[in-house]
């Protein structure tokens, strides 16, 4: 196998069982269908994010991740015997399990074809930095979307005027109310999928030898958490319910045109969200990468 082709197998191969991605619970919970008289995303038509969009998704090597922030002592606290600190639930986000396990059993292979130590550390160097120059592309994107953030939110408030001022003082609550709980259970959703993916992940790291009461308690969590995000999951699914009331109310009071800018704001804010922590995490694994490469070549030089 030529050396180029070998290398690439250590950073794109993921053999052993599929990781977990906040995604996996979070598929069909949001309707995220907008007009297609709206411009579409700002970020998604710039040139070099579309090249890096078609790269990706080729490569497979910046798959949306969960959240890897340290869980909070909320986490922890109300378990009878805590996990130990170098769990892999504590030490371990999705984006490095995947990593992990990316270079689980990959160590050998890359020495495979590649007898030059000087060849190899030219390659892993040339690694460094491709996934440096999609991390720009990345950090670029993340701030197109906090500019997408602010337009959506500018379109919002200019709904929230109309409703202000021509429906009843109770009906407008009622509208800004829903609006705070889209902010709220959307953030609740991705909070809780992170969490339960890392939980999952963190079992699957779990080598065959590991201390019994961890796997108890790691399993634990994960069941306790799973029944949240179902729990988050109703709470969204009567929000939904209240906001077939709330465009009842608007359409007393909107144009047909207003109208449709309220959905495109709520369903545009959802998704901003969304793709605001998937871009975080994407760029988490990418960092997480260069520095596995790194850390590589210092012990190998």
């Not at 993340?142 to 997408?148: C, F, G, N, V």
């Not at 902010?183 to 339960?196: A, F, P, Q, V, Y």
């Not at 077939?244 to 800018?261: F, G, P, R």
């Not at 871009?279 to 490469?293: N, S, V």
């Amino acid at each position: 196998m030529a050396p180029e082709t070998q290398t690439k197998i250590v950073i794109n191969k993921a053999p052993g069982p599929e990781h977990k991605t906040a995604a996996h619970y979070m598929e069909g919970v949001f309707n995220l269908e907008l007009r297609k008289d709206f411009i579409s995303s700002t970020h998604a038509h710039h040139p070099d994010l579309s090249r890096f969009h078609t790269h990706t998704a080729n490569t497979n090597t910046s798959q949306p991740t969960t959240n890897g922030e340290p869980p909070s002592a909320s986490e922890t606290s109300n378990e009878k015997a805590p996990l130990p600190a170098d769990s892999a639930y504590f030490t371990t986000s999705e984006s490095k399990a995947k990593m992990l396990t990316r270079l689980r059993g990959s160590n050998n292979n890359l020495h495979d074809g590649i007898t030059d130590q000087q060849q190899l550390h030219k390659k892993k160097e040339e690694l460094v930095a491709s996934i440096g120059r999609k991390l720009e592309i990345l950090r670029a994107e993340r701030e197109a979307i906090k500019e997408e953030m602010r337009l959506n939110q500018e379109l919002g408030t200019e709904v929230t005027s109309k409703v202000e001022a021509r429906a009843r003082l109770a009906e407008a609550e009622k509208y800004k109310l829903h609006v705070e709980e889209i902010d709220k259970i959307t953030s609740l959703l991705l909070g809780l999928s992170g969490r339960l993916a890392r939980a999952e992940n963190a079992l699957i790291m779990l080598v065959d030898d590991a201390d019994p009461e961890e796997k108890r308690i790691l399993e634990s969590k994960r069941d306790k958490l799973s029944e949240q995000l179902e729990e988050a999951k109703r709470l969204k699914e009567n929000i939904d319910r209240r906001a077939i009331q709330v465009s009842k109310v608007l359409n007393q009071y909107l144009t047909e045109d207003q109208y449709a800018d309220y959905d495109h704001f709520i369903k545009m804010k959802a998704k901003l969200i969304m793709d605001a922590r998937e871009i975080d995490d994407k760029i988490k694994l990418g960092e997480e990468q260069q520095q596995a490469l790194r850390e590589t070549m210092f012990k190998n030089p």
